[in-house]
């Protein structure tokens, strides 16, 4: 809820652009185990998530996590969440390509549906981003028969 | 003497869900559960569209967002006097059943299992006499010597590594781990395995609402078409694909799930005498088969239990004002007609106030308010709600189908009825009722199918839907059973928006804080001389708690909002 839901308002505006054929946007909700099968279909995986990492809210860092510790802190209130994913993922050794952008955000408490400006703000910076990585990733080009993906959390 | 152990979070139901314990000579002296977090739906929902309140309660929690929805939409059509179609029935049942499928497997087997299997002990196992053991207890083709050697070289591979992962804040090694190597092996097997099989079952979802998460729903019936030749609709490919899920997801409940269940209990029968708690039941009732006002032909049926005496069961009636009623002396909330009183969900606030210390903090101020959940009570009780309840009212009622399965596990067990009243009984009874609710699946799949081919393709009423027919006031109550039991909204709509929406949700029964008597919750009762045989590894704690099925998974990886690692466990002085 709040600025901990910019995963969700990036996937709105996403599916509303025009993407490559291959890419998928898909509104992950709390990322538990049922979207197994995504990553596991899915060659390349760019995920949205809201951090409460203590940083400046609106900061944006894209990491690359292969285990679950590499997720930074209270990723939002989720209940079987990606960390436990990505951790099944790598037990099963299926493990996507895994591109995540994290948004620093000042609170989970507040309430209401809406960004906060701050936050608000930084959406078309992420999008360019994620525009950025698809246009990067050349698979998504040689190999239009393997979908791409980009879930957002 | 006793040591107050904090487990932090155990799980992050409503947000992070923490438990202070006294301990003292090896056993839990006293409990305070306590929710640490608070999302507020209520607030977001009020003025909005009736017909729109589903999609945002479908947010309000990521395991339970079908479920939600669902009871939603209920208290809307309550509300306005809709009575949906029979298809629109069958399909929100089905989807019902498959929830229950693949929540009850994902919790038994991700969330609870390793509270009594010791993974690393399994790569002790001899592969070979694990799959003769696994052949005595079942037909599961997957059980040849090769396969469990397999999973014990890669599980073996992942340990050595180092990055255990998905397995890295189990006790393992701890003494309160009883399996035997093979037993630990199948089930570490059948872990692997249903993490595979679940993204399976929540197909259904996707079919009938969709997409999933989120699945769509519709004030008046499903949202779903049918048309058996239309590539674009539900037609007969999906129809039959639906019913392969089914059968398969029951074929893994019988041949997996329950034999797991049933030998990992047989080692565990002392947990038949820990952990009851309360004693008292409430359940709403579900799975309606002629309309939801029609509660005598529910498949779940409704009803409380009082002081574990099954032979008296009670109706429940949630319109009621003096019946369900939601308390806030322990809670950080504040009522403008004062504090003492309890509201009855039409009439409920939900005016936050923290009153706790700052953080960071040793304790919290137990003796006060300590917790973001309300307490709810039933005519005053403080009740259990899940599927033990369940499982109970249903026995008690004499229904068939609840007394076959519940007398031949009492028999397979070679234990009295009273065990159920436990953590055991309640692990327990999570399974029988899966195997139950996979049988109705099928049954109410085709039911659906002759529906259809009896002609009648009717998935919605959308005669009440355009709001100048509703009158200016309405009141309704939608209730439901969601996997970790009752859960009702209330809502009251005026000049066709919404002026007041309440959740009570299974996690506030089972979690909440202390009532205005200090009459405990589930939680806080069933951990009472839990025993800890080490406090630093307070398994017996997580076994207990887990057995509830807090609605969010007790994820095992635990990290603090400053990053820092945290230990879930603290032990401080008396």
Redesign the interface.
């Given at each position: 809820?709040g600025d901990e839901g910019i995963g969700v308002h990036v996937a709105k505006q996403l599916e509303n652009e025009l993407l490559p054929a291959g890419v998928d946007v898909l509104?992950?909700?709390?990322?538990?185990?049922?979207?197994?099968?995504y990553f596991?279909i899915y060659k390349h995986v760019i995920l949205v998530d809201a951090t409460?990492?203590?940083n400046t809210p609106g900061t944006i860092r894209l990491i690359k996590p292969r285990?679950?510790?590499d997720f930074?802190?209270?990723m939002s209130?989720?209940?079987?969440?990606l960390?436990?994913l990505v951790?099944?993922l790598?037990?099963?050794?299926k493990m996507p390509e895994i591109d995540l952008f994290v948004v620093s955000i000042h609170s989970?408490?507040q309430?209401?549906?809406e960004l906060t400006p701050a936050i608000a703000g930084v959406v078309p910076d992420i999008i360019n981003k994620i525009r950025c990585l698809v246009a990067l990733d050349e698979s998504i080009f040689t190999e239009p028969t393997i979908e791409n993906m980009i879930a957002i959390d | 003497m006793s040591k107050r152990i904090v487990v932090d979070p155990i799980t992050?139901i409503e947000?992070h869900l923490r438990i202070e314990a006294d301990i003292e000579n090896g056993k839990i002296k006293d409990a305070f559960s306590s929710g640490t977090?608070?999302?507020?739906?209520e607030?977001?929902l009020q003025g909005r569209d009736p017909r729109d309140a589903w999609a945002?309660v479908g947010?309000v929690?990521?395991?339970c967002?079908s479920i939600h929805s669902l009871t939603s939409v209920r208290c809307v059509e309550d509300a306005l006097d809709i009575k949906i179609p029979p298809n629109a029935e069958l399909v929100r049942n089905i989807m019902f059943c498959a929830q229950y499928m693949?929540d009850h497997v994902?919790h038994f087997y991700?969330?609870h299992a390793m509270d009594w299997v010791d993974v690393v002990n399994a790569l002790k196992a001899d592969p070979k006499k694990t799959s003769e053991l696994a052949q005595s207890i079942s037909h599961w083709p997957k059980s040849s010597t090769g396969y469990f050697s397999d999973i014990q070289k890669?599980?073996g591979k992942?340990v050595a590594s180092g990055?255990l992962?998905?397995?890295?804040n189990g006790y393992w090694g701890h003494k309160a781990y009883k399996l035997p190597a093979e037993v630990n092996l199948i089930g570490l097997a059948h872990y692997?395995e249903a993490?595979?099989w679940?993204?399976e079952i929540?197909k259904i979802h996707a079919i009938f609402g969709g997409k999933?998460?989120?699945p769509n729903y519709l004030v008046g019936g499903m949202a779903c078409a049918i048309n058996l030749d239309d590539v674009s609709m539900i037609n007969a490919e999906r129809l039959a694909y639906v019913g392969q899920l089914l059968q398969d997801g029951k074929d893994f409940i019988e041949q997996v799930y329950i034999p797991d269940l049933m030998a990992i209990a047989s080692f565990y029968k002392d947990w038949g005498a820990i952990g009851g708690g309360l004693g008292n039941y409430l359940v709403y009732g579900d799975l309606p088969t002629n309309g939801y006002r029609d509660s005598s032909a529910y498949k779940f049926p409704g009803g409380a239990i009082l002081n574990k005496d099954v032979s008296k069961i009670y109706e429940v009636d949630l319109r009621k004002d003096d019946e369900v009623q939601e308390f806030i002396t322990h809670s950080w909330y504040e009522y403008a007609g004062g504090n003492d009183q309890g509201l009855h969900p039409w009439k409920g606030e939900s005016k936050v106030k923290y009153s706790g210390p700052k953080p960071p903090f040793d304790h919290l101020e137990t003796d006060k308010k300590y917790s973001y959940l309300k307490t709810p009570r039933w005519k005053g009780n403080a009740m259990e709600v899940g599927p033990l309840a369940r499982v109970l009212v249903g026995y008690g009622l004499g229904r068939e189908d609840f007394k076959e399965v519940v007398d031949k596990a009492l028999k397979d067990l070679n234990v009295p009825i009273t065990a159920l009243f436990s953590t055991l009984g309640r692990t327990a009874a999570r399974g029988l009722e899966s195997t139950l609710t996979a049988q109705w699946g099928l049954d109410f799949y085709n039911q659906l199918l002759a529906n259809i081919k009896a002609g009648d393709t009717r998935m919605a009423d959308m005669s009440k839907f355009d709001p100048a027919t509703w009158p200016k006031s309405a009141f309704g109550v939608g209730h439901t059973e969601a996997p970790r039991g009752a859960l009702a909204h209330w809502i009251n709509i005026q000049d066709q928006k919404i002026a007041n929406y309440q959740l009570v949700v299974p996690t506030t029964w089972n979690a909440s804080p202390r009532d205005s008597k200090g009459g405990m919750s589930a939680y806080e009762a069933a951990l009472i001389d839990t025993p800890v045989s080490d406090e630093t590894q307070p398994l017996e704690i997580l076994r207990t708690i887990h057995s509830f099925d807090p609605?969010?998974?007790c994820?095992v990886?635990l990290?603090?909002?400053?990053?820092k690692t945290i230990n879930r466990v603290s032990v401080l002085g008396d």
């Open positions: 809820m509104d992950g909700g709390t990322g538990g185990f049922y979207l197994l099968e596991e409460l990492d203590g285990f679950a510790s930074p802190p209270a209130t989720h209940d079987i969440g960390k436990d951790s099944a790598q037990v099963l050794g989970i408490q309430q209401g549906i | 992050r947000g977090m608070v999302r507020l739906l607030e977001i945002f947010r929690c990521g395991v967002t693949h994902v991700h969330l890669r599980i992942f990055q992962g998905i397995f890295s692997l993490l595979e679940q993204k929540v999933n998460p989120h609605c969010m998974a994820s990886h990290y603090d909002e400053e990053g």
